[in-house]
């Protein structure tokens, strides 16, 4: 059985299955904020949506980074450090890629069990 969250007619915000939650990418809730705002509200949506899930970042498996400028590393990286489970980081890939709106800096997808 597949369990989605917050469905709607193109996507779901997570979809669970076989004990693992896989999250749709998360994105920012200010437009134009600096990286490290922009990343801190990102691990907030991640944190509501594994906890919908019956998961949390303690569980993550896997998170995947993209940046829309790889000069934002060192910034996003200071707000994940912060966010991160001490002895629990995931695996994890980071990117530079065009986003879908050019007012974001970063979205996070991520996997983890639930």
């Known amino acids: 059985m597949i369990q989605r969250i917050d469905a709607g007619p193109r996507m779901s915000e997570a979809s669970i299955h076989g004990g693992v939650v896989y999250l749709a990418g998360q994105v920012p809730e200010t437009d134009g904020a600096d990286i490290e705002t922009q990343t801190s509200e ?13 998961s949390d970042k303690n569980r993550i498996l896997r998170a995947q980074i993209f940046l829309a400028d790889i000069g934002d590393f060192a ?31 970063v979205e996070i997808v991520v996997t983890a069990a639930v």
Do not use: C
């Not at 990102?42 to 019956?54: H, N, P, R, Y």
């Open 42 to 54: 990102v691990l907030a949506a991640i944190d509501a949506l594994l906890a919908q899930a019956g």
């Open 75 to 105: 910034g996003m990286n200071r707000a994940w450090d912060a966010w991160v489970a001490p002895g629990n980081a995931p695996s994890r890939a980071t990117v530079e890629a065009r986003l879908a709106r050019p007012e974001w800096k």
